[in-house]
């Protein structure tokens, strides 16, 4: 059974930074995937994901979509949606992997002569700045569940927190 997403290779294109569109579909997909299950997963869980996924009657196109709302404080607020967040994690996971592919020859990168490589650190420094920009929209996303009812406060016993208390740190040496 092939498993619906929230986005496709065209929103993260659109939605997310600036792209090439002659990026491999299938590489796309995988960080879909992969932004999806672990990203958005991890947070509001199984069930509230495959319903988001699901969209029954619509009950969830503004969630995805982004808006504007009132919260509890009568305050405007606006934010920008779970489809540019799924995007923006996307994204991040692209910027990772989109040079390098395993080969029968081995994990490789990809040179052209008329393209120069980014040096590990500028692609480190790329990755960070996405994710934060996605953990600040998916923020806003939680902070629109939790005042419209659709996640509380607490999920699984846990306060809610898009912030990893761990992610990998990379330390560069030389260039």
Known sequence: MEIQHLITKDDVLELARPASRHIDNDRIVVCINEAEQIDIKKTIGDDLLLAIMDNVDGKYDELLEGGRYIDSQQKNRVFAGLRTVVSYYAYARLVQIA??????????????????????????????DV???ADNYFE???????????????????SISVRPQQRPTYSIIGD
């Not at 390098?100 to 990755?127: I, P």
């Not at 806003?140 to 846990?158: A, F, S």
């Open 140 to 158: 806003e996303c939680i902070t629109y569940m939790q005042e419209t009812g659709i996640l509380p406060e607490k999920c699984c016993g846990n």
């Open 131 to 133: 994710r934060a920009v």
């Open 99 to 128: 040079d390098s592919y395993l080969s029968r020859f081995g994990f490789v990168s990809k040179d052209e002569e008329y393209s120069s490589r980014v040096s590990v650190s500028e692609k480190k420094n790329q990755v960070a």
